[in-house]
């Protein structure tokens, strides 16, 4: 049996792997989910979130884990489990790209995000900064659409109750990655091929430059954990060893 140590995607929270985690404990393994800084349950202030720490927090609780995990990272989770592998390849069994952004080194989320492969998207236009300036919001009527487009209702009202500012500070930086440390850790990635948000075309583009093995297909949205739990529960026991 394996440990999956899961990362949340923007706005959202260790909340969102609830299916997922049942189905993954029900085979025997064990899950931790974690809620980054100033999301989920935590309650730091967006304005003390600096550049590093969400990746600090993740590479916490690596440290604290006895075995290598595998690492799963949802949407902008993929830039924070790249950052932890480069910190500890030792603590990382192996990187789950789910939909998720696969950076080169030295690149944004921003860079990536605005790729001529993610035109077709909608997310950059429904977004709006806190008045702060110091976070970013979904608007709610655009959310459904960009990330929950085949879930369930009750799920789609979850994520609209808990959903949260994302803050802006960790998303500027560009990520710093070596052939060496990060480049030594097998990765996955699994593609979701009605994505509104990363579309497929720039999940595929990603992969192209940093190629991953095995490359799994989801005829699911945005949000597989919600859409078809099982089956990506069956797809993650597929890595495990």
Not at 17 to 26: F, G, I, R, S
Not at 89 to 112: H, M, N, S, W
Not at 118 to 137: F, K, Q
């Amino acid at each position: 049996m394996a440990s999956f140590l899961l990362v949340h995607g923007s706005w959202h929270g260790a909340w969102c792997w609830y299916k997922l985690t049942a189905h993954l404990e029900a085979a025997g393994h064990r899950v931790i989910a974690l809620d980054l800084p100033s999301l989920g349950s935590d309650k730091t202030p967006v304005a003390e979130i600096t550049a590093d720490s969400w990746s600090d927090h993740l590479i916490e609780r690596l440290d604290a884990e006895p075995e290598p995990v595998i690492l799963v990272g949802h949407s902008r989770g993929g830039m924070l489990i790249s950052k932890a592998a480069e910190a500890r390849p030792e603590k990382v069994a192996r990187l789950v790209y789910l939909c998720a952004f696969l950076l080169q080194d030295g690149e944004t989320i921003g860079d990536v995000i605005r790729s001529p492969a993610n035109a077709a998207s909608t997310i950059s236009d429904s977004l709006e900064l806190t008045a702060d300036g110091l976070a970013t919001t979904v608007r709610e009527e655009a959310l459904e659409a960009l990330f929950y487009n085949r879930s369930p209702r009750e799920d789609v009202v979850l994520a609209k109750l808990l959903a949260q500012p994302e803050a802006n500070a960790p998303l500027l930086a560009p990520v710093a990655l070596s052939d060496a440390r990060f480049g030594g850790v097998p990765r996955s990635y699994i593609e979701c091929l009605q994505d509104n948000a990363i579309r497929i075309d720039l999940q595929r583009q990603m992969v192209s430059h940093l190629p991953c093995e095995p490359v799994i297909t989801m005829d699911t949205d945005h949000s597989p954990f919600f859409s078809a739990p099982e089956e990506l529960a069956r797809h993650l026991e597929s890595l495990v060893g």
